[in-house]
């Protein structure tokens, strides 16, 4: 027995070592100058209206995984809590919410894909975003509308749970998601209803900081999406203002707060299935980098990092204004 405990750690340790040393050698350094700022129409809580919404971020799920898996350059040594979250908003139109999680459905969704990629997006499942609403009258008399910021497995999860929703996405992203399936990260299982009420997203020639396209939802200024490129097809970001701040949800273009302050990728292996284009997420990063400088006052929030989450806006707590 202890012969089998001590060859396990020294599997453990070598396989620890594998893992920084690949860190290292398979680095992808992003150079700033590369890329020249493109802040187009700067925005600020100032010149907003507050419409008097409310939003709370509710884990579906959670994870452990070594800082460094998460971004490059963090250590190997800390384990940091990952998070498959929606978040709930209450606005006075439509209760929206950006991602679903994980689903009722999510264990036998998730025997769809290989062995290799089960045994590393592990979960521990909490509560699917639809018993929460069923339990709950979050948001009395308004329709229930459903933004993804796109649709891989622990974004999408609990569309099909939510009947009579709109889902509203880009045309591309759900191309990629029925043509790539589980070899890019979609479980077929969680979008192939008949019943989803598919609607599509098309992002205007108005610009929001550095992007210069993007969608105000509502047309009030309280719910403003923009392109996120580079981690899949139509990825999309979303800005919430509401109680004099601005919170900026920027899906999985990074999976750390530290991935845009330290410009940062997630590790090689992480990036190279999930990610569908790396240099254009280059430019994203350094964009969002140089928006946190130009407005320090911002609240970025990766969707998995939660470590990022505001303390008083995670389920039951709210944050915003009625």
Not at 149 to 154: E, R, V
Not at 271 to 298: C, F, N, T
């Amino acid at each position: 027995m202890a012969g089998f405990l001590r060859w396990t750690l020294t599997g453990l340790a070598a396989l620890l070592l594998i893992g920084i040393a690949m860190d290292f050698f398979m680095r992808r350094d992003i150079d700033v100058s590369a890329y020249p700022d493109t802040a187009v129409a700067p925005a600020s809580t100032d010149d907003a209206t507050d419409a008097g919404l409310r939003f709370s971020i509710l884990p579906t799920a959670t994870a452990t995984a070594p800082e460094g898996a998460m971004f490059e350059g963090g250590s190997w040594f800390k384990q940091r809590t990952l998070a498959h979250s929606a978040v709930l908003i209450c606005h006075p139109q439509a209760f929206v919410l950006f991602d679903t999680g994980l689903g009722r459905a999510i264990d036998s969704q998730f025997t769809e894909f290989p062995f290799m990629n089960r045994m590393m997006l592990r979960y521990e499942k909490q509560r699917a975003v639809a018993d929460v609403i069923g339990e709950s009258d979050l948001c009395p008399g308004r329709p229930l509308i459903i933004i993804p910021s796109h649709l891989h497995w622990d974004h999408a999860g609990g569309i099909e749970d939510l009947t009579g929703a709109e889902i509203w996405v880009q045309k591309a992203e759900l191309e990629q998601a029925r043509s790539g399936g589980v070899d890019q990260g979609f479980l077929p299982g969680e979008i192939d209803a008949d019943t989803i009420n598919w609607q599509f997203l098309v992002l205007g020639d108005q610009p929001y900081e550095q992007y210069r396209r993007s969608l105000d939802f509502f047309g009030d200024g309280s719910l403003v999406l923009v392109p996120m490129a580079g981690h899949t097809a139509g990825s999309v970001g979303l800005f919430i203002t509401t109680g004099g701040r601005r919170y900026f949800m920027t899906g999985d273009t990074t999976w750390a707060h530290e991935g845009f302050t330290r410009l940062a990728h997630k590790f090689f292996a992480a990036r190279d299935m999930a990610d569908l284009d790396p240099a254009q997420l280059d430019s994203e990063i350094v964009g969002v980098h140089r928006l946190m400088a130009r407005d320090p006052d911002l609240v970025v929030i990766p969707a998995h990092d939660v470590a990022a989450y505001p303390l008083g806006a995670v389920y039951p707590h709210w944050a915003g204004s009625d």
